[in-house]
């Protein structure tokens, strides 16, 4: 198992109330799967997914990637951890206006210390992988929805992670767009053997995975 989660709870405070987001969840995820996370707005998937991958801190239970216990890494290290072997899609894509998309790419690596040659070295492979080098040199206000979420889809892809986490990744993009964005990560999946973990509210989404986990109430209901 690439992902482990044993009875993972987490709660916040929202002024006086307590709001217990995840009750005692527990799941497996294979190396090389693609896992659909599903569930009405508020139900907790994206608690889930930050959880997992170290974004977010649990109260109790436990999280093993690749077989190491989140738990006992500092925030630090998990940080560190994220970088070697994590990659994240957004629905709002994250990427810096003033800069190109070689640029929105290689950046991750040139503030964690990678050579300015090596990193726009790697930063074209990855465009080149998601089929955008043409516009490389463009700016995200000069690209379409769905070529800026090929350049976030290039820039989680830089340290060849293990795990690619994608929060809602066809949200903001038509019908068209996002069946072209998930035919990608579909061939990236069958190509590179990498683990993606899905959140959607999309069920012709969640339908291309091999697997969906539904969620109610910060509970799993079905992991099949």
Same mark, same amino acid.
């Given at each position: 198992?690439i992902?482990?989660a044993q009875?993972?709870c987490? +709660?916040?405070r929202s002024g ?6 995840l *009750? ?6 294979? *190396? ?5 996370i599903?569930g009405p707005s #508020?139900?907790? *998937?994206?608690t889930?997914?930050?959880?997992l +991958? #170290?974004?977010?801190?649990i109260?109790a ?6 077989g ?7 925030? *630090?290290? !998990?940080? +560190? ?7 994240f899609?957004?629905q709002?894509f994250?990427l810096?206006p003033?800069? +190109?998309?070689v640029?929105n790419?290689?950046?991750p690596?040139l ?8 990193a726009?070295k !790697?930063?074209l492979?990855?465009?080149d ?5 043409? !516009?490389?040199r463009?700016r995200p ?5 769905g070529?800026r979420?090929?350049?976030t889809?290039a820039?989680a892809l ?6 690619v986490?994608?929060d ?6 038509d019908s ?6 998930m035919?990608l ?8 053997q990498?683990?993606f ?7 012709d989404i969640?339908?291309l995975a091999?697997?969906i986990i ?8 079905t992991?099949?």
């Amino acid at each position: 198992m690439i992902v482990t989660a044993q009875h993972v709870c987490r +709660s916040y405070r929202s002024g006086t109330l307590r709001v217990d987001a995840l *009750k005692d969840v527990s799941l497996e995820i294979v *190396k090389g799967e693609m896992v659909a996370i599903m569930g009405p707005s #508020g139900c907790g *998937k994206t608690t889930l997914l930050n959880c997992l +991958s #170290g974004l977010d801190s649990i109260d109790a239970g436990d999280i093993f990637i690749r077989g190491d216990n989140l738990r006992d890494l500092s925030d *630090k290290e !998990r940080t +560190s951890y994220r970088a070697r072997h994590m990659g994240f899609i957004f629905q709002d894509f994250n990427l810096l206006p003033v800069l +190109s998309a070689v640029e929105n790419v290689e950046f991750p690596m040139l503030i964690t210390g990678v050579p300015a040659q090596k990193a726009r070295k !790697r930063a074209l492979e990855v465009l080149d992988l998601v089929g955008l080098i043409p !516009r490389a040199r463009h700016r995200p206000a000069e690209l379409s929805g769905g070529q800026r979420q090929r350049v976030t889809i290039a820039r989680a892809l830089t340290n060849e992670p293990d795990i690619v986490w994608a929060d809602e990744p066809t949200g903001n993009l038509d019908s068209d767009t996002a069946q072209e964005i998930m035919d990608l990560l579909l061939h990236l999946n069958r190509a590179h053997q990498q683990t993606f973990v899905i959140v959607t509210h999309a069920q012709d989404i969640g339908d291309l995975a091999h697997r969906i986990i539904r969620m109610r109430n910060g509970t799993i209901v079905t992991a099949a």
